[in-house]
């Protein structure tokens, strides 16, 4: 073999240099590919592991629900403690916090209107009031609350003429971006930030106290496991007849055993005799027995973090699961 030149001999090296680069480049792609490849593969698998938990968590807290609610008949109460607070669970090498809360005490945001016998969605002017009284007992000025509870309700009913304060499709179609009122109940209150004049931080405020039951209902608010700090539902049911102060007063006194009926609560709260008369509360609505909850868990395998959220009907017998959704119920 002839040897190479002097003067070539630098480039040959420069060559083989080159090509051990791209050697070098092209095996750290492939580690790396095979790297990432390993890590969603074994993403994939936690996430899949933490759904089947999450499926295992929810049929305990069916039967702990159901056991719950037919323990004394006709009242729901809470003795064990079991509603409103983080229940840490151990299943399967997964770590689950999960909390049940009585998803009836909250103002159901499709209570502003009611189906008549064509299904046409029309307003529902006690639960307007009560939304109003909410806003009220939550700091916001009664022209603001009046201008978004008028375009909530514009936004569920199913006719195209606006409330005095809300708003339609016109007001919509006019936007950077236009689009329609829904004209429908409202699956997830998250839907609500596409009302007019919902800001962030109104959208923030109100979230705690809204919900989206899955019928046009007056909110089913139960004395016997509404929390002190949630009065002001209590208030809102009878706007101008009941002081928050003997609200806060008719829960603190709750005996241990509950109340045994919606008259009893009413009698507690001054307002015997007058239910469903004007600036009262509604026949019906106040009630000591508890059909909705909100069963929310956190799950936590390897990697992977799932969140959970699954409405709860436990009017029926065995309890069912009525929605579910995954991800941060603040809709953040």
């Not at 606006?162 to 429908?184: F, I, K, M, Q, W």
């Not at 609200?247 to 919606?262: K, N, T, Y």
């Amino acid at each position: 073999m002839k040897p190479l030149p002097p003067n070539e001999r630098g480039a040959a090296l420069l060559s083989v240099l080159l090509l051990v680069a791209v050697m070098a480049v092209l095996a750290a792609v492939m580690l790396d590919r095979l790297g990432l490849a390993t890590r969603l593969a074994g993403n994939a698998q936690d996430t899949m592991r933490a759904r089947l938990v999450a499926t295992s968590a929810e049929s305990a807290g069916l039967a702990r629900l159901q056991a719950l609610v037919a323990a004394q008949g006709e009242r729901t109460i809470d003795p064990a403690g079991l509603l409103s607070r983080d229940l840490p669970l151990s299943l399967a090498g997964a770590s689950v916090t999960a909390r049940i809360d009585d998803a009836g005490n909250c103002f159901n945001v499709n209570s502003l209107v009611e189906e008549d016998i064509d299904g046409n969605l029309t307003l529902r002017l006690a639960a307007l009031n009560q939304l109003r009284a909410l806003m009220a007992q939550l700091g916001i000025e009664s022209g603001e609350a009046a201008r978004l509870s008028d375009a909530m309700a514009d936004w569920i009913d199913s006719d195209s003429a606006p409330l005095t304060n809300g708003a339609e499709d016109e007001a919509y179609r006019s936007l950077p971006v236009p689009y329609r009122t829904a004209n429908r109940l409202v699956v997830d209150v998250s839907e609500l930030r596409a009302v007019r004049g919902m800001s962030a931080a109104l959208y923030q405020r109100l979230r705690p106290w809204l919900c989206a039951l899955p019928a046009p209902e007056l909110s089913p608010i139960q004395l016997n496991t509404l929390r002190l700090d949630q009065a002001p539902l209590l208030v809102m049911l009878a706007p101008g007849a009941l002081p928050p102060a003997r609200a806060r007063a008719a829960i603190a006194a709750r005996p241990a055993q509950g109340w045994a009926s919606s008259a009893e609560a009413l009698r507690v709260l001054g307002l015997a005799g007058s239910e469903g008369g004007i600036g009262v509360v509604p026949p019906g609505q106040l009630t000591v027995r508890s059909r909705w909850f909100l069963l929310s868990q956190t799950v936590r395998v390897g990697r992977a973090t799932l969140t959970e959220q699954a409405l709860v009907d436990a009017g029926l017998t065995p309890a069912r699961i009525a929605a579910r959704s995954w991800g941060d119920e603040t809709g953040q």
